[in-house]
């Protein structure tokens, strides 16, 4: 059974950081896509950020580009996000999320097979 289990969330101030992480197990996820999600109260779910499988490649959403970094430990079948200058905006709940159909997730996350159970992200002002 494949499972993906983030870790890393909880309340910080504007201007902190967070490591979020996602160890996914059941499977090797090595030749795969991986990123990561979030959805806020009352908002549909949004994009933040693909890795390719080698990790040679990534993409972020606009809002969070050179303040977020995703990257992956294939030999610990674990991905990261790394979460920096946060802002209250930045407040969701943050899902990992995995393709075995593709090196790459596009922002519409049509190609997920699996999704994490999420955490919680709070940044206060």
């Known amino acids: 059974q494949v499972q993906l289990v983030e870790s890393g969330g909880g309340l910080v101030q504007a201007g902190g950081s967070l490591r979020l992480s996602c160890a996914a197990s059941?499977?090797?996820?090595?030749?795969?896509?991986m990123g990561w999600f979030r959805q806020a109260p009352g908002k549909e779910r949004e994009f933040v950020a693909v890795?390719?499988?080698?990790?040679?490649?990534?993409n972020y959403a606009e809002s969070v580009k050179g303040r977020f970094t995703i990257s992956r430990d294939n030999a610990k079948n674990t991905v990261y996000l790394q979460m920096n200058s946060l802002k209250p905006e930045d407040t969701a709940v943050y899902y990992c999320?995995?393709?075995?159909?593709?090196?790459?997730?596009?922002?519409?996350?049509?190609?997920?097979?699996?999704w994490g159970q999420g955490t919680q992200v709070t940044v206060s002002s």
């Open positions: 999320a995995a393709t075995v159909r593709s090196n790459w997730i596009r922002s519409r996350g049509s190609e997920v097979d699996y």
């Open positions: 059941g499977r090797t996820f090595s030749a795969s896509g």
């Open positions: 890795i390719s499988g080698s990790g040679i490649y990534t």
